[in-house]
T-cell receptor, first 114, second 112 residues
Framework: RKEVEQDPGPFNVPEGATVAFNCTYS??????FFWYRQDCRKEPKLLMS???SGNEDGRFTAQLNRASQYISLLIRDSKLSDSATYLC???????????????FGTGTRLKVLA | DADVTQTPRNRITKTGKRIMLECSQT?????MYWYRQDPGLGLQLIYY???????NKGEISDGYSVSRQAQAKFSLSLESAIPNQTALYFC???????????FGPGTRLTVL
């Protein structure tokens, strides 16, 4: 089982639609969670961190469910410019081993259609 | 100007050649990272450095080496390139105590 799993998509949605992505992770000791956006052949850019209480940034809402070990991203009122690949990222650092793990999912591709 | 820069942006080389990819940052961050991205595999951590004297192996360090010449510079070397090292390579930085990473524009490396 991969440490971080995402549905690769693509999700094809019309402009104005609401779309949601989920991401599951296997390490229950994971400490931090993020969503990054990556445009084709470009570098990933931080979209938002994900907090236990859930957080919102404009049209984007992120949720964390530690019990079920998944995070989600909801995009409301989709724009053409939202078309991209969305990467789920999970961070953990072993307190005794000092192991640093910043694990990227393979991404979910979103296409917003006119 | 970009906060994290990578050179070269594109490189085509032959099997067995030594290649160096360079990364510079003006963000003043202590932590720097090298990743590779392959289609369908996501980003994989090659090496990371928490300061000039601290270098650590990531998930896939075999075949690679790094040098942290200064706080702002972190280079990745392929001592003897092989075709399965063909990939998109990203450098990233983060600030101490924060886990958010900032990526450079990437280097597309092709090994023939």
């Amino acid at each position: 089982r991969k440490e971080v799993e995402q549905d690769p998509g693509p999700f094809n949605v019309p402009e104005g639609a609401t779309v949601a992505f989920n991401c599951t992770y296997s390490n229950s000791a994971s400490q931090s969670f993020f969503w990054y956006r990556q445009d084709c052949r470009k570098e990933p850019k931080l979209l938002m961190s994900v907090y236990s209480s859930g957080n919102e940034d404009g049209r984007f809402t992120a949720q964390l469910n530690r019990a079920s070990q998944y995070i989600s991203l909801l995009i409301r009122d989709s724009k053409l410019s939202d078309s991209a690949t969305y990467l789920c990222v999970v961070f953990s650092m072993g307190r005794t081993s000092g192991t640093y793990k910043y694990i990227f999912g393979t991404g979910t591709r979103l296409k917003v259609l006119a | 100007d970009a906060d994290v820069t990578q050179t070269p942006r594109n490189r085509i080389t032959k099997t067995g050649k030594r290649i160096m990819l360079e990364c510079s940052q003006t963000k003043g961050h202590d932590r720097m990272y090298w990743y590779r991205q392959d289609p369908g595999l996501g980003l994989q951590l090659i090496y990371y450095s928490f300061d000039v004297k601290d270098i650590n192996k990531g998930e896939i360090s075999d075949g690679y080496s790094v040098s942290r010449q200064a706080q702002a510079k972190f280079s990745l070397s392929l001592e003897s390139a092989i075709p399965n090292q063909t990939a998109l390579y990203f450098c990233a930085t983060s600030d101490l105590g924060l886990d958010t990473q900032y990526f450079g524009p990437g280097t597309r490396l092709t090994v023939l």
